[in-house]
């Protein structure tokens, strides 16, 4: 051998036996006073950190623990809460007044000392500024529209900054419903009465925000050393795609009551890989941010004495539904529609294919949600029990000319990519087939093209009869639901439902000061919806599937997505360093 | 030699560009854009004109692809248009180095394991040896990483747990900006996804190694080596096996270009930081600068990764020359 060639040998294998010992040589153990540290993972790296730019769980996620909202989504009732302010309504519904706590600091965290700063206290003016940065054009807010109910916001959002003056800017932003009376008092003029508003101004976008540092800093003042925030926790580390770690912040007004000291979360984008690493005791939790129980592993998991234990099933404000093109033969029959919806057994999905404990769903907003009639039975009552049902879908197809569905053309079932979408789709076929006598075509198609397919003007011949899909709350409202999703005017509205009754109903209803009358509007609107006309067949209503090590002893979750209070999070330290043998 | 490498460089521009403008026209040709949905919802028009006018998208095609160019030109890659606040300049700068010491390991681990194993595979063709290192060869191979990565994570990581089952060990910042600190957490983290992803390029590079081999040692010169009485030894490694790494080495440039820029599977099953998720979440979520970002990322690697190839022939084959 060459000496040259046998040196790059060598070397190779000098490097690999290196590797091999570096490697077994034992990983540094964490020392007693390491503080109360809880291990999460984030299921993908947080989009933003802009409390006016977030649009996903995750993303909220990390707003909720690091800025405050002038209320709160309560845990268990979902309903709006005081948080930085109590609130007063005027009587014919239009002015809110919120009057803040004058105790919240905005904080900074020290990246080369690893230290926490006071900054200034969190006053009225910056309520005013963020919910005006979140309207404003340039800002590009993907949420900005569930501040329109603001006077003046929709206006300002909606108008185009190229085509007009600073002046004219100015005055339209000037112009928005949203005032500071005195450092600690918010008011709020709506363009109409809207009962849910104090669950909106819980939202991320609407959080007080730190002008001085957002100017200093740009679109980088989320980034640790830059952040100014005011929530219970502070942001210390946060490596793209790798790692967020959050540290309690001594200033936050409740600090006292936060017992868990430090968070990480190592970005995990595989839920196998996730739960991996819970079994293996890096993990503490399999939960928002991040994944839950991944669902090949749910009957193990289940069987498993110890497991089992740490499962536990929340409710999560989402119903999953299948949409009926109601302008597409022969869907544009409500007979069809109901027959298929009718035909589909929810409890045989989630016995055998979901296996997360979810809820057969009769109507499209979920329990949790504010105006949501899941209690009353004379809503599609079919959609419940199988037995029924199938009687039914017989009888529905077979008036609607097609018994035992003879003469029924070739339809299509639409979902986009997704292993869980194709089983569910799969069951249902199956359930088609057995219950109506039909064969439908399942059809897939990426993400964002098939959401371009459905919108209510794209072709209809481009479209499927059927397609999938699941709405989850932005705020706990029938208004939010019923009221957005399926007027005639919206967007979402895929199944093409053009009904007067319905959008006089939720328009009603969103000014209606009378909550009893304001129940039965969305009452009668889902009737409509789903009762009457089948538009939508809802399917089941989202669980969590999460697991928690037995040392977290309290894990409050909030039924509304990324609002997880992290602060109210107990962690027994001793028992989590005794299971992991670090004592 | 020189002359033949500035040529090379300056062909490779005009081709650059080309793929900027046939990326930029097949990304813009597929329904939808960055700011249809979130989540599972569509946003108003008001919303999506805001957020369009915001990144230009709103700008004719052409007038678009030129600020792309001109921005490029002064090293400017574009804002990422899902990851808010964030360039494709930050993402390569932050991402690309890990897939780099990923991919880096994981050649060589396969040309350190590959060609030693092709090399006695050939020698002793069709005794025991050649047929144990054809099986491993062939497994390897026939084990596709979203097979092995959950075995190893599932018996090495949490049954055995002798390794940890996840995550990158790297602490940063990097040496040169992309070269880790050798601590044993780095090591520790790097082996399982090494092995995943070097187990099939160390069977590919076995068993062409192999094969390149057998051709060369029945050549005339290798005849006329052994007529001349030298050792099998010397024949075997200063004329047979420095020829017959030509091919192997055409198949390392390419695919040292590939690994380095990002292996989708591998760092998503270890949550491994790497550039690999961008090659498919950008398309899905149609983050327009972010695909052009890392297809040119990619695309630069693999002119670079040819040319050293090029180079090596010289090396190789002394038979070889560059006009």
Known sequence: ?583 | MLRYIVRRLLVSIPVLIALTFVVFALMRAIPGGPFDFVGDKSLPASVVANLERKYHLDEPLLKQYGRYLWDLLHLDMGPSMRERGRMVNDIVRDNFPVSFQLGAMSVALAVVMGIPLGILAALKQNSWIDYLATFIAVIGVAIPALVLAPFLIWIVGVRLGWLPAALWGAERPFYLGFIPKPTPDFFRHAILPVVTLGTGFTAAIGRLTRAALLQVIREDYIRTARAKGLRERAVVVRHALKNSLIPVVTVIGPLFAAVVTGTFVVEQMFAIPGMGKYYVTAISQRDYPVIMGVTLIYAVLLVAANLLVDMTYAWLDPRIRYQ
Not at chain 1, 119 to 132: F, R
Not at chain 1, 154 to 159: F, H, R, S
Not at chain 1, 539 to 558: A, D, G, Q, S
């Open chain 1, 1 to 583: 051998m060459s000496s040259k060639l046998r040196w790059v040998w060598v070397l190779g294998v000098i490097v690999l036996v290196a590797m091999v010992v570096v490697a077994c040589a034992p990983a540094a153990a964490p020392t007693a006073e390491e503080p109360i540290t809880l291990d999460l993972h984030f299921g993908t790296d947080p989009p933003t950190l802009d409390p006016a730019l977030g649009s996903d769980t995750t993303s909220i996620w990390a707003d909720e623990q690091l800025y405050l909202a002038l209320t709160d989504l309560d845990d268990v009732t979902v309903e709006a809460i005081p948080e930085l302010a109590t609130w007063e309504v005027s009587a014919d519904g239009l002015v809110y007044t919120f009057s803040m706590r004058d105790d919240a600091k905005w904080v900074h965290y020290d990246i080369r000392i690893d230290t926490v700063e006071e900054v200034g206290p969190v006053t009225a003016h910056d309520v005013v500024y963020g919910t005006k940065r979140t309207l404003d054009p340039r800002t590009g807010s993907p949420y900005a529209y569930v501040l329109y109910l603001i006077e003046g916001g929709e206006d300002l959002n909606t108008a185009d900054p190229d085509e007009l003056s600073e002046e004219e800017l100015q005055a339209l932003i000037d112009g928005v419903g949203i005032k500071a009376l005195d450092d600690y008092t918010v008011e709020v003029t709506l363009t109409q009465s809207a009962a849910f508003f104090p669950a909106v101004a819980s939202m991320w976008v609407m959080r007080p925000m730190p002008q001085a540092t957002i100017e200093e800093f740009g679109e980088d003042w989320v980034m640790p050393g830059n952040l100014v925030s005011n929530g219970p926790y502070v942001l210390t580390e946060w490596s793209h795609g790798a790692m967020l770690r959050f540290k309690k912040n001594p200033y936050y007004y409740d600090a006292d009551q936060v017992q868990i000291e430090a968070i990480n979360g190592p970005v995990i984008m595989e839920t196998s890989t996730a739960f991996a690493l819970y079994e293996a005791g890096e993990l503490d939790i399999m939960a928002d941010p991040g994944w839950g129980v991944p669902l090949p592993d749910m009957d193990r998991v289940r069987a498993d004495p110890a497991l089992s234990k740490e499962l536990s099933i929340e409710p999560r404000l989402c119903t999953y539904y299948y949409g009926f093109v109601t302008t597409k033969p022969p869907f544009d029959n409500v007979l069809v529609r109901k027959a298929f919806a009718a035909a589909i057994d929810s409890q045989a999905l989630i016995d055998n294919v979901l296996k997360g404990g979810q809820l057969p769903a009769h109507t499209f907003a979920c329990p949790g949600i504010w105006g949501a009639p899941v209690d009353d039975m004379t809503i599609a009552p079919y959609l419940l029990d199988i037995a029924e049902g199938k009687a039914k879908a017989q009888e529905f197809l077979a008036e609607a000319g097609y018994p035992n569905c003879e003469g029924f053309p070739e339809v299509i079932l639409m979902h986009n990519i997704s292993e869980g979408h194709a089983l569910i789709a799969q069951a249902i076929q199956e359930m088609w087939r057995e219950n109506l006598g039909c064969t439908v075509k399942i059809e897939t198609m990426e993400w964002s093209a098939y959401l371009n397919m459905l919108l209510p003007d794209s072709p209809d011949e481009d479209k499927p009869q059927i397609y999938r899909l699941g709405w989850c709350a932005d705020y706990p409202d029938e208004a939010n639901w019923v009221g957005d999703v399926f007027n005639s005017k919206s967007t979402q509205n895929y199944a093409k439902f053009f009904n007067d009754e319905f959008d006089a109903a939720v328009e009603e209803a969103l000014g209606e000061q009378d909550l009893e009358k304001r129940a039965a509007l969305y009452n009668r609107a889902e009737h409509l919806l789903i009762d009457e006309n089948m538009a939508i067949a809802p399917i089941y209503y989202y669980t969590r599937v999460n697991m928690f090590k037995p040392y977290l002893t309290e894990h409050p979750v909030n039924p509304a997505g990324g609002t997880v209070h992290m602060d109210k999070w107990v962690l027994d330290w001793e028992a989590k360093k005794a299971a992991l043998g670090l004592e």
